[in-house]
């Protein structure tokens, strides 16, 4: 395809805004899939994004598509991830296009992630067309809607198309403005080859499977090609595109996205953000690439069955081939024996991980409580960084701590900026900035991270009726009077407990912390005290009440297999708990400290 | 993969037989067991012919049945009382001329307090009948009606003034506690009341919710777990003063008194089992064999002594065995001799004590060089000790 053909674009969009029904139409209009091979939400492959309704990696479809002017456009939709978490996959999904759809539900208006990729777009010289979608609806206000577009982004958008990817309203004219608006790649195509690898992951069949995008020159199957930063050679066996169906092609051409497979065994032979080139005639320089992503938030994660570690590391190894900002190391808790210390990029990137991990790998297994990671400076001078709280050394033994400080963006409607104010000035928040555009204001607040990683999101949701969004980005290490809050089960600490937390909230976190933890684990043979402290200083207990019996009241000769099942039942009930010394534990009572439960934070 | 059981010397281990009556006058809100409205008159030659041809196909498959004494009999229910004494004492006369009873043989019938009048008593005792189980449950006429009994306590009264005199000496009254909303006060009354009557065993056992009752479906406000604590407590006090001795969970007798039936399914002994929904186990040359009949009256009616009655047969692996007799004999205050153990199951004992070397059952077991026997709080948590040896 000529380079003037073809469009590279992707689609920003909160979540449930609409971003994959409008895929969803484009691949229905231009013919990838039958009707009824329709499955809603073609593009989010994975069961867990289905599930959730978000997106996790990135993914591309290309699709032919032919135009009111009577030619035939190759339309690439690199789909990008929604969620703060994954806002580095977000860039990576940029970086392949030309241009983005930003796509706004007008009746909710727009959201703090989606102004972040904006920006993020728009710093990466994309060209972004505001679509206004769900304007079926009877509450929609496109007219406000665009306006607040106007004032958030600061893009035009009195003329943004109004539609709806539900009814089908105006979608075709979406391609079309597509064809019009966004600019086609500029690739030179008889340059030496220069590629970007966009995603890779690990396929069970196929081995490692790469989505480039080709920037200059072409690339062709059977040919040989060179990871630029390691320097290694390997034959490509296949190529093609997804229509979303794999359809294998001879040759991608200069401003195609497609995947290609070249027998890498490994993710890390096929280094996200690396450049492709072709060993005989080498490209001058390598691309920009991406920046590096730093796990900011780290758990422990152990077997409840110490026989299962190696079955463990070994699911752990695997998922790591599909997600290259999975961290982890071996740890060993005295509570909880051998399992790993993991690092992840946020929340939903942890709950995401667990759930892989015991749907997809079957592994029964308790997750401590998300620490960030903290700076101390030791009575030697030297900083070491603490992903464990742990492991942080008694207050005598450190010069001075330092926690993780974020900048939040956080975006509502006028009328909960008191009730998120209150929220945030909570979480040792500084307010450093708010505007108001028409019906959205947007607050600017530093917060420690440590407190976000709490129960900050559910809070925010809750305060606000689920109408604020926010999104975040790392700024410094700053001094905080921060300490170590153990907790003492039956008179032993047990280390996976342990918390860091500021001094003035330590009393009370301890005394919630204690009471939680008495509802939340279950009345044993004996009396089990729960006790929080700070150094040797006890600072608030608990007691939960032994359980008086656990016995069947009636047992005679007939049926034992029903009350055989009755204890199946009450076995199966303990699968989730750990033994720590004699106190059995179940899986809340360790993230207890997250305070409100946490469900599954539907959060793109 | 559980192991093939070893084989075990059925000669050896005691036989009792138990009989189901599935009918009642009407069903409880509490009960599970296998019991049936009855609808017109208890068709009771039909389901004594029945009861024997059911008999005639275990000895066909078991020659070695009529060697083997009978220890005891239970007829259970549903509402065995509904049966005439004349019909039950041609049963018995019937059995007795297919195996070999005991001497001393224990012959108990549940009786309920609202189907008894004084010949029918007298009769059943005339059959051979020595033992009378009495299904009171309470003696608190308020709670007898929400427990759907169709008795009062004064029926009670009468009716163990009658069993007596018709020569009744061994008598035990069921009796349940933390009935909806009971309090301590009122179940210890209770008790009083029950043991005023002076029987020889009393089954006192906790009201719990069963799966598929009225009660499951709707429950009822039952005291808490702390008072219904505090009223075995009471009861346990209150029943050795009156000079009972608790030998099992919920049973509790004067000396020598002890349900010889019951002790035989908490010794795992073997146990025929004739009737709808009766279980029976057998031990022999492949293990432990349980069976079960089916369970409703016209389907057993109709195929008893065929193999269609049977609706559940297998053998126990030797992984469930140590599990099995443990659920059994870890009942009992006194606990189970090694001897006992692996004449039962055919393992060794080593077995068991290294399925019960964990923490768990530390405080929970005193193992010596006899045997094993449960520590007061094991007896209490006897299902925390199970679940591990699942």
Redesign the interface.
Known sequence: MKQSNIRNFCIIAHIDHGKSTLADRFIQICGGLELREMQAQVLDNNPIERERGITIKAQAVSLEYKARNGEVYQLNLIDTPGHVDFSYEVSRSLASCEGALLVVDASQGVEAQSVANCYTALELNLDVLPVLNKVDLHNAEPERVAKEIEDVIGIPAQDALRISAKTGLNVPDVLEAVIANLPPPKGIEDAPLQALIVDSWFDNYLGVVSLVRVINGRIRKGQKMRVMSTGKDYEITSLGVHTPKRVFKDALETGEVGFLIAGIKDIFGAPVGDTLTDPSRPCAEQLPGFKKVQPRVFAGMFPIDADDFEDFRESLSKLRLNDSALQYEPENSTALGFGFRVGFLGMLHMEIVQERLEREYDINMITTAPSVVYEITGTDGEIRKIDNPAELPEGSEFEDIREPIINCRVLMPPDYVGPVMQLCMEKRGTQRNLKYFGNQVQMEVEMPMGEVVLDFFDRLKSVSRGYASFEYEFLRFQEAPLVKLDVLVNGDKVDALATIVHRDAAYARGRDLCERMQELIPRQMFDVAIQAAIGSKIIARSTVKAMRKNVLAKCYGGDISRKKKLLEKQKEGKKRMKQVGAVEIPQEAFLAVLGVERKSSKAD | MNPAPPPLEAACIPLSL?LHFPWCVRKCPYCD?NSHALRGDVPESAYIDALLRDLAFDLDQHPDLPQRPIRSIFMGGGTPSLFSGRALGGLLAALSQRLSFADDIEITLEANPGTIDEAHFADYRMAGINRLSIGVQSMDAAQLKRLGRIHDPDAVRSAVAVARRAGFDNLNLDLMFALPEQTPEQADADLAAALALEPEHLSY????LEPNTEFAARPPPLPA??E??TM?QQGLQRLAAAGFARYE??AYARSGRQARH?L???RFGD?L?LGAG??A?LSGSAGVR?R?RHKHPKAYLDTAGSAEMIQ?DRIVSAGELV??FC??AL?LDAGFGWDEFEQRTGLPSSVLRAALAG?AAQ?MVVADDTGLRPTP?G??????L??TL?
């Open positions: 138990y067991f056992y906790q009201l719990t777990d702390d219904a604590w075995q969970v919920s019951n035989n399914y908490w146990y089992g009766a279980h186990k349980r079960a559940e599990f099995e659920m059994n009942r923490p405080a709080l007896l209490q948590h006897l299902n925390t199970l679940t699942l």
